[in-house]
């Protein structure tokens, strides 16, 4: 079997954007007034890179930046036409409110929730759905700098 080098098929991560509906996003997006001074980077674009970055474990802006940069030849595959700058997902994020990625991800789950398993109760599932907030404190840390760590 050869080792081929090149890139051929759809990578993971786009199947499964897949089941991630644009238009609804969009209309999402209009409701929220989310895309309103945006030039490139619409809420699309901005969920995507977002969810990259859950999937990929990057702990920082840069690093998102950096594995879109070491993949730039697929990421036309995940609906992007650019890679933007970690000024602007900086910016992005402090911008677009948090509301319309909590819309966004109930409207996921009502879509997709008929492809769960029979056995579970659905308001059940509705109340163990979390937003878990990604981002690292670093506590003690002029403690912990004496141990190494």
Request: charged letters at 25%; a positive charge.
């Amino acid at each position: 079997m050869s080792k081929d080098k090149n890139f051929i098929g759809q990578p993971i991560f786009s199947q499964l954007l897949k089941f991630v509906n644009k238009s609804k996003i969009e209309r999402i997006a209009a409701n929220h007034k989310a895309d309103r001074y945006t030039k490139q980077l619409t809420t699309y674009k901005h969920l995507v890179v977002m969810l990259y970055s859950v999937f990929e474990g990057v702990s920082s802006l840069r690093e998102a930046v950096i594995g879109f940069l070491a993949n730039s030849c697929k990421i036309n595959h995940l609906g992007l036409d650019y890679m933007p700058k970690r000024s602007t997902l900086s910016d992005a994020n402090k911008r677009r409110p948090s509301k319309v990625f909590e819309d966004i991800d109930m409207k996921i789950y009502q879509d997709n929730r008929q492809f769960l398993s029979d056995s579970s109760d659905p308001e059940l599932d509705l109340k163990r759905l979390f937003m878990i907030d990604s981002t690292t404190i670093s506590l003690f840390k002029a403690i912990l700098k004496a141990v190494g760590f």
